[in-house]
Each structure stands twice: as structure tokens, then as C-alpha cells.
């Protein structure tokens, strides 16, 4: 075997020559080993709050599980969940200039470049430019179904920038937040 590439003790494979010998099948016997868990009603109990409530940590259904008669750990609970088909992530991030805008600046620089390449163009401009940056905090993590979107949540602590830029070539630039 160790020709052909395969890393497998010579036990392993007695063994399942043992087991297809008396069965005629090498498959987990039915009903051998712990049975699961994640019962049909701990299934419908997780499914109904999910639908409640999409930010619910796996701590809190540990809770509301345990009050319903089913003490589980929490890497059952996270199975379950997974089983149902709920997707656990963070907000997404936000590009700061807009794809609306991102066409418009490209057009206005297509339109001037002439004027950019002729001898002194641009030297005595002042160019100006201005953002306003609203930073969030995104430490909210909900679930979703696999195949829907997530839900619109309302934004948390925000904190607004206004910065107004001003280059000019031969003059350093100042920032004034």
C-alpha cells in the first residue's frame, strides 16, 4: 500500500475486511454509537428564536434550551444552528467614494487631461477636494439563512468628520479636520 501512495495501517484495513466478511457491508452499523442530540425539538425551539431574533448568541439559546429541558453544549448548539441553515457573520464594510462618484471623477479627468499635460498646466491651481466620514461601530454579529439577506439593522454609535482638503503644487498640504 505504501507503493500506491496510501498512508493506512495494515489494522485498519483487517478490520474492514473483517466487518465486509461478516456483514457484507463496511457502513456504520444503525444504531451503534450515542444517539444525537439535536432532537427535533431542539431544532424547532432554535429555528423559532433565530426567526425572533437573528443576533442571539449561542450562550443565550444554551440558556433558553436549558429552561426547556435540554441542557447542550454550546458546539451542539452551534451545530444545530448550522444544521438549520443559519449563517453567523459580521457587518460588511463600506467603501468611503460611491461608485456614483467613482464614474464622475474619472469623466472630469478624461475631459482636462490635455490641460494637465501642456507646459505648466496645473501649477497655479488650487485644488480642493472635501469628505465627510461617518465611522460606526460594527461589533453587531447576526445570523441569516443560507440564500436570504440579512436583515437592515439600526446603525450604532456613530462619530461625523468633515475634512476639507486644499493642494496646491507648490505649497504644502493642510489638512483641517
Known amino acids: 500500500m505504501k507503493d500506491e501512495g496510501l498512508k493506512v ?3 485498519a484495513v483487517c478490520r474492514l475486511l473483517r466487518k ?6 463496511i457502513a456504520r452499523k444503525l444504531g451503534s454509537g450515542c444517539p444525537t442530540k439535536i432532537t427535533p425539538d431542539v431544532l424547532r425551539i ?4 433565530m426567526q ?9 439559546l ?7 429541558g435540554h441542557p447542550l453544549t454550546l ?3 452551534l451545530r444545530s444552528r448550522e444544521k438549520l441553515g443559519w449563517t453567523f457573520r459580521g457587518s460588511a464594510y463600506c467603501q468611503l467614494i460611491r461608485e456614483v462618484n467613482k464614474g464622475n471623477r474619472l469623466h472630469w479627468a478624461q475631459e482636462h487631461v490635455q490641460e494637465a499635460c501642456s507646459d505648466g498646466g496645473f501649477l497655479n491651481v488650487l485644488w480642493t477636494d472635501e469628505c465627510s466620514v461617518m465611522l460606526e461601530c460594527h461589533r453587531r454579529f447576526c445570523c441569516r439563512k443560507q440564500g436570504t439577506p440579512a436583515r437592515p439593522k439600526p446603525r450604532l454609535a456613530t462619530f461625523n468628520v468633515h475634512v476639507p482638503v486644499h493642494v496646491h503644487l507648490h505649497v504644502p498640504v493642510h489638512v483641517h479636520l
Open 62 to 68: 444554551q440558556r433558553i434550551l436549558a429552561d426547556n
Open 9 to 11: 495501517k495494515v489494522s
Open 75 to 77: 458546539m451542539t448548539i
Open 20 to 25: 465486509y466478511r461478516e456483514t457484507g457491508n
Open 52 to 60: 425572533l431574533d437573528d443576533e442571539i448568541t449561542a450562550i443565550q
Open 46 to 49: 432554535v429555528e423559532n428564536q
